[in-house]
C-alpha cells in the first residue's frame, strides 16, 4: 500500500474512533449530568464510559495526528505549523474574551472546542495534500468546521446563564455537531 494511502487511512481511523469518543461522552453526560442528582460520575457504569470515551479520544487523537505527520507538507494548503500558532493565539483570546468578557468561568471544554478545530483544520489540510478529498469538499469543510465551533463556543458562553434543564440538553449538542463534522469529512474522502 502506497505510503499516502495509509496516512489517510489513519486519519480516517482516527476520525471513526473520535466519533465514538463523542457518541459515548453523550451518554456518559447523559447519565451523570442530569440536574439534581448528585451521583458518583465516574464510579460503575459511569466509571467504565468515561474509561471508553477517553480511550477512543487519545487513541483517536493520536492515529488521527499520525495521519497528518505522514502528509506530504509540499501539497498542503496551510503550513500546519501556523494552523497550530493560530490555534494556541486563538485559545488565549477566546479564554480572555469568555472570562473577562462574558464572565464565564473557565473550564476544560475550551481546551476541547479550540483543539478540535485545530485537529479539523489539520485533519482536512493533510486530506487535500493527499488528494482525497477535492478542493469543494476542502472549502464546504471548511464552512462545517467553522459552524460546529462556532455553535460549540455559543453554547459554551451561554452554559452558566441557563437554568439547568435547557443546559443539560443544550450542552449535548457540541458533541452531536461535532460527530456530525468529521462524518461529512470522512464521507467527503474519495479514495481510488
Not at 74 to 100: D, M
Not at 129 to 151: K, Q
Request: aromatic share 12%; charged share 10%; proline share 3%.
Amino acid at each position: 500500500m502506497h505510503s499516502s494511502w495509509s496516512g489517510a487511512h489513519q486519519i480516517v481511523f482516527g476520525q471513526i474512533l473520535l466519533i465514538v469518543c463523542c457518541i459515548f461522552y453523550l451518554i456518559w453526560w447523559s447519565v451523570s449530568y442530569r440536574p439534581g442528582e448528585t451521583v458518583s460520575r465516574i464510579g460503575g457504569a459511569r466509571g467504565i464510559l468515561l474509561l471508553i470515551t477517553a480511550a477512543s479520544g487519545v487513541i483517536g487523537a493520536l492515529v488521527n495526528m499520525n495521519g497528518i505527520r505522514l502528509a506530504p507538507a509540499a501539497a498542503e494548503h496551510w503550513n500546519g505549523t501556523v494552523i497550530n500558532i493560530a490555534g494556541l493565539a486563538s485559545y488565549f483570546i477566546l479564554l480572555l474574551i469568555t472570562y473577562a468578557g462574558f464572565k464565564r468561568p473557565v473550564t476544560t471544554e475550551l481546551v476541547l472546542i479550540t483543539g478540535w478545530t485545530v485537529l479539523q483544520l489539520q485533519t482536512i489540510n493533510a486530506l487535500n495534500a493527499y488528494g482525497v478529498l477535492s478542493e469543494y469538499s476542502f472549502g464546504r469543510l471548511i464552512v462545517v468546521i467553522a459552524a460546529a465551533s462556532i455553535l460549540s463556543l455559543v453554547l459554551y458562553i451561554l452554559y452558566y446563564r441557563m437554568k439547568p434543564w435547557p443546559a443539560y440538553y443544550l450542552a449535548m449538542v457540541p458533541l452531536i455537531s461535532e460527530a456530525a463534522a468529521m462524518a461529512v469529512t470522512i464521507l467527503s474522502i474519495r479514495f481510488a
